[in-house]
Structures are given as C-alpha cells and as structure tokens.
T-cell receptor, first 114, second 115 residues
Framework: AQSVTQLGSHVSVSEGALVLLRCNYS??????LFWYVQYPNQGLQLLLK??????LVKGINGFEAEFKKSETSFHLTKPSAHMSDAAEYFC????????????FGKGTLLTVNP | ETGVTQSPTHLIKTRGQQVTLRCSSQ?????VSWYQQALGQGPQFIFQ???????GRGNFPPRFSGLQFPNYSSELNVNALELDDSALYLC??????????????FGEGSRLTVL
C-alpha cells in the first residue's frame, strides 16, 4: 500500500522568498513520485515527476524536488516565489501493479504575499 | 491536440438520484481514470478503464460504476446519491497502463452538489 503525508496544510511566503512544501511517502515498492498544482476551479497540472535516475528533478515554473530514499521524502522547492505561484499543491505516489493509480496527499495551499 | 474535457462542469442533484458524468480523453490516450476530490482533500482514486475494461478500483461502493467506449471516452455513473458524494470529480487520461508513462492528464472536473 502507498500513502503520502504533506506537512502543513497552508504555507504562506512573501514574494521573492524561498518556497518549501514538504512531502513524505510510504510505499511497498520503489516509488514513482509526483507533484501536481491545482489553481482555483481547475484540474490538476503536473509540475514534476521522479521515476528513476537522477534524484534531483526539475519541473515547470522554476520548481524542483529531491527524492531522498533514506528520509522517504520528496520535498518541493522554488528559490523565489512569485504571486502566480499561489495555488494548491499535491504530492502523489504510484501504486504497485499494472494499474496506474495515484495516491495523493491532502494538499498544501500556498499563499504568496506582496 | 485536444486535452481532457469533462461535462457537465457543475450540477446539483438530490439525495437518492442518479448522475452520469462524461469525459473525453486526450487524443491518443487509451486509459482513463476517475478521481473524487472532496472539499479540502486530495483526489481519491475511484477506478481506471483500459480498452473498455475496468482495470483497478479504489475503495468505492458498487453504486459507483463506469464505462469506457471504443473511442476511449468514458462515463462515471453514481446511483442512489448520498450527501457525501458532493465533490469535484476528476477524469484523467494517459497514453498507456504502465507506471512509466509518468503522467496523468487531468480535466477540469465536474462539481457535483447533492442536496
């Protein structure tokens, strides 16, 4: 079974400050990990993914995440927040087996203050 | 390239009624998954369809059912609606079954309110 814990349901930063959104996972198989972003009244958009290989993954809009197996973590970072980054962010892990099931965390709402 | 489209975008039903939600997958994608996102929660996996057959189901009762058509579009049906069924229902398509496809493409969702 897989599970995801996102630490902090709400994170608030100032424009230009570092963004750090935390995600810890549990998986009985080697995990594939994802971060999705959801803007108000919209569906989910993939920010970045880790499957295999390099553990530091770069995504869209300047975001990146690092897979740390020893810490079972996949935290999302961005060096400098922009107002347009305000949204809900979801970390997700794949299930095992042949069906492509994503298990999501509960989400972290990011607000960016001017 | 047309993305994932869902209809209707919003609907209101009363307890005990039935609802059908529709999804057109992205061009070239043969796999469709449905997720339920309750207010303030992350999406939860309902089921997945691959080449018109159900291929995996989450922890949802049998009154949640689905179909996939030869053109890979899909329907989600919910019978005997309950108040807790109020949620955003998300459809997602992918080009194949395996984990290494790496990405699901989501529609904007159908927001269901049950009164």
């Amino acid at each position: 079974a897989q599970s995801v814990t996102q630490l902090g349901s709400h994170v608030s930063v100032s424009e230009g400050a570092l963004v750090l959104l935390r995600c810890n996972y549990s998986s009985s198989v080697p995990p594939y990990l994802f971060w999705y972003v959801q803007y108000p009244n919209q569906g989910l958009q993939l920010l970045l993914k880790y499957t295999t290989g390099a553990t530091l993954v770069k995504g869209i809009n300047g975001f990146e995440a690092e897979f740390k197996k020893s810490e079972t973590s996949f935290h999302l970072t961005k060096p400098s927040a922009h107002m347009s980054d305000a949204a809900e962010y979801f970390c997700a892990v794949t299930g095992g087996g042949s069906n492509y099931k994503l298990t999501f965390g509960k989400g972290t709402l990011l607000t960016v203050n001017p | 390239e047309t993305g994932v489209t869902q209809s209707p975008t919003h609907l209101i039903k009363t307890r005990g009624q039935q609802v059908t939600l529709r999804c057109s997958s992205q061009s070239g994608h043969n796999t469709v998954s449905w997720y339920q996102q309750a207010l303030g929660q992350g999406p939860q996996f309902i089921f997945q369809y691959y080449r018109e057959e159900e291929n995996g189901r989450g922890n949802f009762p049998p009154r949640f059912s689905g179909l996939q058509f030869p053109n890979y579009s899909s329907e989600l049906n919910v019978n005997a609606l309950e108040l807790d069924d109020s949620a955003l229902y998300l459809c997602a398509s992918s080009p194949s079954l395996g984990r290494d496809t790496g990405e699901l493409f989501f529609g904007e969702g159908s927001r269901l309110t049950v009164l």
